[in-house]
């Protein structure tokens, strides 16, 4: 009972949440529940005495004062027959209005939690099954529960109204009402318990489930799923999902309406019960026929009232099951920078590794292992390695997307996690292996690499000139104004190394980046662009720190000093020169690629 008691605790949470929403809309709506939980009673109430004043009226003989009598109840009852109406098109119209409301601010919730996580959190799967069931659910439930509340409300009230009335008839009447619905509450409660067990316990499938939908229907998937002959392979793995997870709805489904049926007809049982009772006592001549007709209105409304109550707790139990999935997203702890410094202690001194070792989370092994390494201003850094030695990795604790498990960064002479975040990522421009292609215009796609000038043409102009992109700019219909992807309409795709252009063009948007990080810039360019876009990166970066990741030897033997990493760990650096006459990981690399062009 405790634990069932305790599943509670979020509703206060949730109604809170709804009236900061709109207190306007929330107030207006406790008033309105109010008011059509009371005029049932009242019209029930007026039309037992029309049925008196009628039979009155018939043993009168039907004089004029007993015709105006039973005319002014018709008027009065038809009027709160009205007012009732109008009173739920009230409230219909005010949840409406409130759930487009209040789903919206869920979602930004959602979405803002989002944006305080550290990158790791988001490469772990138990996070996105968090994600997955907050966004899936909870954006709904909070209304809802606030729904049920206030129809919990409405109905309670209503009973205390019906109450007052039966209890002039006799007290069992009420005993039987309130006690017939009690059965199929609890078997409700029960599978509203296994129905929240079920949903938490195939979040996973779930997210296979729109993995494949995405992969099947969209267009940066496409060429490959049709090429190879996917798509029947992954939509029978979509339906398997299904049938799997429809067996186990089936079931739950099942038990749930066979014992809710059986449940069900005990009230059956009770309504007629109560009816024969009140007949009896009509013939009996103890009640009048108005009082008969107005106790068995209230002993079918009351037991609908009785089962819709019953039905709202074990609503709002479900609500508040499904809530503590969105409050467990909402109080994912956060890691908040600790850093407040804009500028480091020893100006120009440059990057520092000191000893880094990182370990991702859940992993035996270390992905980099005690990295030491100094890079002055002015000076430019190749990283070499195979697929899978941590290169990217290093960079990503660069840029404080992820914190050294040992070990420290220094950033002039100030260790990174004493920086100012903003401060600290405004000196870094970067562009990724697998950078974002975003569905904005061509301008935007710039702009992202520096959210203060996001809209500045003149800032996107320049970058793109640095980042040599003009020339793809030039052949586009709407220049800068170019929707690119295929989400929308008029949308233009880019080739590959069109792209990567574009993306350059958005490292260089940090004007004031005094470090230049660039991931495989130019994969998908040809050697001649390639060539190019490095005589003028060098001439751009004299005064600035570059740091270059390539699997082009080409490129790589322009950097004043070259590490080669290997399983995480530096086995050889220097220039290209010495490298190579080393004659170790990096001349044998060297000669394989070289010998590719001969």
């Given at each position: ?29 406790a008033c309105l529940t109010l008011a059509a939980g009371v005029l049932p009673a009242g019209v029930a109430y007026v ?552």
């Amino acid at each position: 009972m405790r634990g069932f008691l305790s599943v509670f605790a979020y509703s206060r949470r949730a109604l809170k949440l709804v009236w900061t929403t709109n207190p306007t809309l929330t107030f207006s709506l406790a008033c309105l529940t109010l008011a059509a939980g009371v005029l049932p009673a009242g019209v029930a109430y007026v039309g037992a005495t029309i049925v008196d004043a009628v039979l009155s009226a018939i043993h009168l003989g039907g004089t004029e004062l007993s015709q105006r009598f039973v005319i002014e109840r018709v008027a009065f009852e038809a009027t709160l027959v009205a007012l009732l109406s109008g009173v739920q098109r009230g409230i219909s119209l005010s949840q409406s209005l409130l759930r487009a409301q209040l789903g919206q601010r869920v979602n930004v919730m959602i979405l803002e939690k989002a944006l305080t996580l550290q990158l790791t959190q988001f490469e772990d799967s138990e996070f996105y099954d968090k994600l997955t069931r907050a966004r899936r659910e909870a954006s709904q439930r909070p209304l809802s529960l606030v729904m049920r509340s206030f129809g919990l409300l409405q109905n309670l009230v209503s009973l205390f109204s019906f109450a007052a009335l039966l209890l002039q008839f006799s007290v069992w009447a009420l005993v039987i009402l309130l006690g017939a619905g009690l059965p199929a509450f609890i078997a409700e409660t029960k599978f509203s318990g296994d129905a929240f067990r079920l949903f938490r316990w195939r979040s996973p499938e779930t997210r296979m489930q729109l993995y494949l939908e995405s992969v099947i229907a969209r267009e940066d998937h496409a060429k490959e799923v049709k090429l190879f002959g996917l798509g029947p392979r992954l939509l029978e793995r979509y339906q398997q999902i299904f049938r799997k997870l429809y067996q186990e709805d089936r079931a739950l489904t099942l038990r749930r309406d066979t014992w809710g049926f059986f449940l069900g007809l005990i009230g059956t049982v009770a309504l007629y019960g109560a009816y024969a009772w009140i007949a009896l006592c009509t013939i009996a001549s103890r009640i009048t026929l108005g009082q008969m007709t107005m106790y068995l209105m209230l002993f079918r409304q009351g037991q609908a009232a009785v089962s819709a109550s019953l039905s709202a707790v074990g609503g709002l139990y479900e609500d508040n099951l499904y809530l503590s999935t969105l409050y467990e997203f909402l109080e994912t702890p956060v890691i908040l920078p600790a850093g407040r410094l804009k500028q480091g202690l020893t100006p120009h001194e440059g990057i520092q590794f000191e000893h880094v070792t990182f370990t991702y989370p859940g992993a035996t092994e270390p992905t980099l292992s005690d990295i030491n390494l100094h890079i002055h201003p002015g000076q430019s850094l190749a990283l070499v390695g195979e697929n899978g030695s941590g290169k990217t990795t290093l960079i990503k604790l660069l840029t404080r997307l992820y914190t050294p498990s040992s070990g420290r960064i220094l950033l002039d002479g100030t260790d990174l996690q004493d920086w100012d975040e903003t401060a600290l990522r405004q000196r870094i421009g970067v562009i990724f292996q697998d950078f974002t292609r975003y569905q904005l215009t061509l301008g935007e796609n710039i702009g992202v690499g520096d959210v203060r000038h996001f809209d500045n043409e003149q800032r996107w102009r320049a970058a793109a000139h640095q980042g040599m992109a003009d020339s793809v700019i030039e052949n586009l219909p709407a220049g800068y104004q170019t929707q690119l992807g295929k989400w929308f309409n008029d949308g233009r795709e880019l080739s590959g190394g069109q792209w990567q252009k574009i993306a350059l063009a958005r490292a260089f948007m940090r004007s004031d980046a005094d470090i230049l990080v660039l991931d495989e810039p130019t994969a998908a360019m040809d050697a001649g662009a390639e060539a190019q876009i490095f005589d003028h990166f060098r001439t751009l970066t004299k005064e600035r720190i570059a740091i270059l990741i390539s699997h082009r030897f080409s490129t790589v033997r322009m950097a004043d000093h070259i590490i080669v990493i290997n399983h995480g760990r530096i086995i050889e650096h220097g220039n290209h020169s010495e490298l190579m006459q080393l004659n170790g990981h990096y001349a044998h690399l060297f000669s394989l690629q070289a010998k590719g062009y001969q």
